[in-house]
């Protein structure tokens, strides 16, 4: 094992997760999976947890096919010792069926938080939350009273 101080741990665990969010979320490479992301990985949302690679790649197979053109933009990002915090903008074209909802044609920019956990180099738990009630109003499926 390499000793690494609190800063170049940060410092290393920033640039997996921008990796993450290039190589994998933008590009679809899932040759990177394996690179990135811990074989025991968790994501939780307020709506469930799925584990590992393989639940992963499902649900990014799902807002694939909903938002063929996705993509993730990082807005803001902070990391300290094992943990990195990420202020994210998902845009895309809702032209798939997403969420159980037939496509609309409309453009989606949705905010997130998201919370990585790293162990040995790699994404180990995410703890995601999104903007849902943004996109679901933009979506054209539920509105507000004014």
Do not use: C
């Not at 790293?118 to 999104?130: P, R």
């Amino acid at each position: 094992m390499t000793s690494s101080t609190p800063a170049s741990q940060a410092l290393s665990n920033e640039m997996i997760v921008r990796r993450f969010v290039d190589e994998i979320l933008n590009n679809d490479d899932d040759s990177a999976m394996s690179d990135l992301v811990h074989p025991d990985y968790r994501h939780l949302t307020p709506g469930g947890e799925l584990r590992g690679r393989d639940g992963l790649k499902a649900l990014l197979d799902d807002y694939r096919s909903g938002l063929p053109d996705l993509n993730v933009l990082i807005d803001d990002l902070v990391a300290s010792g094992d943990k990195v915090v990420t202020s994210i903008r998902l845009t895309g074209t809702h032209s798939g069926n997403f969420l159980g909802l037939p496509a609309t044609g409309k453009l989606l920019s949705v905010h997130g938080m998201v919370l990585s956990r790293l162990e040995d180099g790699k994404i180990i738990e995410e703890w995601e939350i999104l903007d849902l009630l943004g996109m679901f109003r933009q979506l054209g499926v539920l509105s507000l009273p004014e």
